[in-house]
């Protein structure tokens, strides 16, 4: 009929056909073939390869978020100042907005917050109608000027002493002085048993590396030889100062009048507990921990981390900007995010996921006068890891290089991390095989091997075959 004459598989009869121990051994050669050529294009199927490739940053949005987590070693909190730069024209000075601070101890754990969002407040000053040397004119000096050759046995021959430690040259200490000496003659009037002195940095260079002034002014309360910590930093007027005093005093009086009754009946230990806690003494360590996120324009600029104080100016010749990175990535914070994110980056290769390659990194200056500055390029990354948007994401993985830097000694130094986004973004996608593929080649290898050992066993077939005689 009219289809059987389009049968492209047509049936020989089974009586026309032989069988051959040949054939058979070819047979089982063919389905041993076909079986292993099945299961190693499966297990190809299965797997997938992560492909990369490079194209234009299409992002549109305007600003990226920048995270840091930066350990300041020789820097105390008040004087931390995170400074960002950008070629827009943005110029944004001590940003407190999502940053905060943490004082450390010597073992470099979180001790006192230091503040979220906070500016700096401004000490208050006394105005006064005579200049220093006019009033030293009138009522002579009652600030006693101190020397490197004096200093020590001053303090120590003075059980309460309050010292005003400046530099001539400084803007503050020049408005503060006439108000210092005001206060030394009214605790003279007073009769209070507190000895107030001054000293000159710029005279006394080598007494005030001693004594480890970061900034001027200083004003520090010692009792019986020793600093207390911490330093004075309220307001600048003789009211306030001279209150401060007398709550000193008025706290070594109890002091002395618990020890007192506690003679013979407390240890040693527990007496110096109560000392310091009565002396307001709280040993501070340097250290601090700035933390938090800003959100930079997508431009080349840099964000940097300076000694700075309103209130204060910065001894150059005592700045340390040592530092440990903890963390510094770009975009949204991976750690600690949805389970697509965790799902996702589980999925892509390490050399893909450099994302904070900075994380855990010190960068140690052994001079004063130098910083670490550093040259950070990113890079936007798309990870596609299936079709859907369930299984794509965008990160940010930068290089960096790092230099040291030197400053001149007038020159406060500053930790600057300048960054640049390049304008190519790399596309990081999981790609496997197609279904028709699979199927392609599972018929290949079907139809593939059994012609071709088909052919192998007719020619031997022919070889081997008994001639007729």
Known sequence: NMMSSVDFYRRVPKDLTEAT??????????????????????????????????????????????????????????????????????????????????????????RIFSGRNRETREVKHDEHDETLEEMHEAEGVHAVELTEENFDTWIKENEMAFVDLFAPWCVWCQRLAPTWEKFAQEVRKAGMPVAVGKVDCVAQASLCRKQRIMAFPTLRWYHSGEAVSPDYKMDRTVHALFGFAKRKLDMDAK???????????????????????????????????????LMVNRVPGNFHIEAKSKNHNLNAAMTNLTHTVNHLSFGDPIEGTSRKTKRILKQVPEEHQQFSPMDGTMYLTSQFHQAYHHYIKVVST????????????????????????????????EARFSYDLSPMSVVVQKEGRKWYDYLTSLCAIIGGTFTTLGLIDATLYKLFKPKKL
């Open 21 to 110: 121990a040949l054939g058979a051994l070819m047979s089982v050669c063919a389905m041993g073939v076909m079986a292993i050529l099945f299961l190693s294009e499966t297990m190809a199927f299965a797997r997938t390869s992560m492909l990369t490739s490079i194209t234009l940053d299409e992002n549109t949005q305007p600003q990226l978020r920048l995270n840091f987590n930066i350990t300041m070693m020789d820097l105390h909190c008040d004087y931390v100042s995170v400074d960002v730069w950008d070629a827009l024209g943005t110029n944004r000075q001590n940003v407190t907005k999502n940053v905060e601070k943490w004082q450390l101890d010597t073992d470099g754990r979180r």
């Open 255 to 293: 002091f002395k009048e618990w020890d007192k009754r506690a003679q013979g009946t407390e240890d040693d230990a527990t007496r110096a507990q109560k000392r310091q806690l009565y002396q307001q003494n709280r040993p501070e360590h340097p250290g601090c921990q700035v933390s938090g996120f």
């Open 382 to 413: 798309h990870l596609n890891m299936g079709a859907s948007a369930a299984n794509s994401m965008v990160t940010y993985q930068f290089l960096e290089q790092s230099q040291i830097v030197y400053y001149d000694d007038q020159n406060v130094p």
